[in-house]
């Protein structure tokens, strides 16, 4: 672990999936490590009245209903594909599921414009293949046929991303279970075992790069992952993410309350403003995210404990704010500077606290940039 830089999710809580899994005695789908129940526990976290001994942290903040129904997808034909804005815990819930269920989240193909039908499919090994010729020992499995040969779950990032023909490819997968391969005599088919799966993401802000075909959209059930604007859940995950951060990098240093509060409240008047906006240009690029959030939290901490006095300011905050936001010039600063004297100004005046630091290092910032 201390030699992985991003360590798995199955790996990083290998302990609790182990004791799920000796605990659970429940009926458990196909070739599943754990029960429904014991995956819905391993994600959101185990509450008093579920009468375990030992804690189960929570991973994912969210609604209950949307792990629920992925968890039932899985464990029917379908794909299941999470869908939401960027930073709403798409590709976390997607880990958190494969881990729990296959004990192995690493199937996964990335999707972007170069992404090819090998990616999901097989390729070859051109040494053997010259070598030997074209068999089963020379094809390389993608992680999709990794994950039907084991009866695991495969991952497909940003689906939308890929090309109509790349998802189309998807389609045979998903409905057939199988993957055929023409170039060989015999032994040319793939099956897929029971338990294999496949979780797809897409970015809703990505809709009209590549949609999906109704083929593949009746191969999949929608799970739509909501932004997170509920205040107290909102603070959970930034509280939860940042201390993760912290133990990282062996680093001590407080975030106090009211910075934590300035950053959500931040936010918050951000994408009311985004909301109300008229055009895209009165609005920051920025989609404003909890992920979002969190990187500049800890983009701040970091910068207080390399380069401050170790301990995070309302000046450090404010600096991190502006210099994560501001995407485009001039628009993006034009709209922190309307928000910072519009908003930030009249809430130092009123309430004091952190507000004041956080007005001038914006400021200051603003100015550095422009």
């Not at 053997?128 to 068999?135: D, E, Y």
């Not at 992680?143 to 023909?165: C, H, K, Q």
């Not at 010039?329 to 009123?350: F, T």
């Amino acid at each position: 672990m201390s030699d992985l830089l991003r360590a798995p999710a199955e790996l990083k809580y290998a302990d609790e999936l182990d004791w799920l899994e000796s605990i659970d005695d429940n009926p458990k789908p196909f070739a599943w490590r754990l029960s429904p129940k014991m995956v819905r526990l391993f994600v959101l976290g185990a509450e008093r009245a579920d009468g375990l001994d030992r804690e189960i942290s929570q991973k994912w903040f969210g609604d209950r209903s949307f792990v629920e129904r992925a968890i039932v997808t899985l464990a029917s034909d379908r794909g299941l594909l999470l869908i939401g804005d960027p930073g709403t815990g798409k590709s976390w819930l997607a880990e958190l599921l494969a881990a729990a269920i296959s004990r192995n989240s690493t199937l996964v193909v990335q999707g972007t414009a170069g992404t090819t039908e090998d990616h999901i499919k097989y390729s070859w090994n051109v040494s053997m293949v010259i070598a030997k010729g074209q068999s089963r020992e020379s094809m390389i499995p993608s992680p999709i046929m990794t994950a039907m040969e084991t009866g695991s779950i495969g991952r497909f990032e940003e689906l939308t991303r890929s090309t109509s023909d790349v998802q189309d490819a998807l389609i045979s997968i998903l409905s057939e279970k199988y993957i055929s391969v023409p170039e060989l005599d015999s032994d040319n088919i793939v099956f897929a075992k029971p338990g294999f799966s496949i979780i797809a993401t897409a970015n809703s802000r990505d809709r009209g790069v590549n949609d999906l075909s109704s083929a593949l959209k009746r191969r999949f059930n929608f799970v739509r992952i909501p932004v997170v604007t509920n205040k107290k859940s909102e603070t959970e995950i930034v509280r939860f993410r940042t201390e993760e951060l912290l133990r990282r990098h062996q680093i001590e240093l407080d975030v106090p309350p009211t910075l934590l509060d300035v950053l959500l409240r931040s936010f918050a008047d951000l994408r009311a403003s985004a909301a109300a906006a008229g055009s895209d240009d009165e609005k920051l690029e920025s989609a404003l995210s909890t992920a979002e959030q969190i990187g500049v939290l800890e983009d701040a901490i970091l910068h207080s404990n390399f380069f401050g006095e170790r301990a995070l300011t309302g000046r450090t905050l404010a600096s991190s704010f502006v210099g994560s936001l501001a995407r485009r010039e001039p628009e993006d600063l034009a709209i922190l500077n309307k928000y910072l004297h519009g908003v930030v100004e009249p809430r130092s005046k009123d309430e004091g606290g952190a507000w004041p630091d956080f007005l001038e290092g914006g400021r200051d910032a603003i100015a550095t940039l422009s």
